[in-house]
């Protein structure tokens, strides 16, 4: 009975030093909660809750974050800022890129013009060289019978046999220059190819991480 007295008196008293209040401030101290008309500064870190006049919570404001959370918040942050600068660089390329192709099969005709240029050339230059070959044989052929008549080459055959092989040697390296443009040429035709497909079904600036392949093929099955 004495408890109960004790107790009632305790919250009679507490109700008391409320209602004489405009508001009271609620927080945690080492696990014991405290209740005052205000909060410390060295406490205010913490988190508190504010009460009216009822005792009812009326606001809370959350503990300050700890080192460790602002740095999360600054990766975080910069992790989102980093994301949006690659997809505005990817949206431009994306732009440039289907002013060119509209669809893939633009990319693919481009893709063979290109090709179809390439080899064309490669072919020239190889009847180029069978001319160049035989015109050098010849040419050696009249070094070597001047030399079995014990004569010295003439400056100006010389000259032109070394012309010709450099042309020779010419033509092969632009030869093997033009098999790797092809081989670059198709390499990145296919990347725009793949990459006008996904813009097909996503908007320009999508990044590659956020692109469903499967979901391109399925709404691209016998476009």
């Not at 460790?68 to 440039?96: F, H, S, T, V």
């Not at 072919?123 to 060289?129: F, G, S, T, V």
Request: proline letters at 3%; one cysteine or more.
């Amino acid at each position: 009975m004495k408890l109960f007295v004790w107790c009632a008196v305790l919250s009679s008293l507490l109700f008391a030093s409320v209602s004489h209040a405009n508001k009271l401030y609620r927080f945690r101290i080492d696990g014991r909660v405290i209740i005052k008309d205000h909060v410390p500064a060295e406490y205010t870190h913490l988190g508190y809750e504010v009460l009216n006049s009822s005792g009812m919570v009326v606001k809370k404001v959350a503990p300050a974050p700890t080192a460790e959370e602002l740095a999360q918040r600054r990766a975080a942050e910069e992790a989102k800022q980093q994301r949006l600068e690659r997809m505005a660089e990817q949206r431009k390329k994306d732009l440039d890129l289907l002013r060119l192709y509209a669809k893939p099969k633009d990319v693919e005709r481009a893709r063979k013009r290109k090709a179809d240029e390439i080899d064309s050339y490669v072919q020239l230059q190889r009847r180029r060289i069978g001319d160049l070959e035989k015109k050098l044989e010849e040419s050696q052929g009249d070094a070597a019978n001047i030399e079995r008549r014990g004569l010295e080459v003439p400056a100006d055959l010389r000259l032109e046999i070394a012309q010709l092989q450099n042309r020779i040697r010419d033509s092969h390296q632009n030869i093997r220059n033009r098999q790797q443009e092809m081989i670059d040429s198709t390499k990145e035709f296919s990347r725009h190819y793949e990459r006008v497909r996904i813009l097909q079904v996503y908007k320009p600036g999508t990044l590659d991480q956020d692109v469903d392949l499967d979901k391109v093929d399925r709404e691209l099955d016998g476009f």
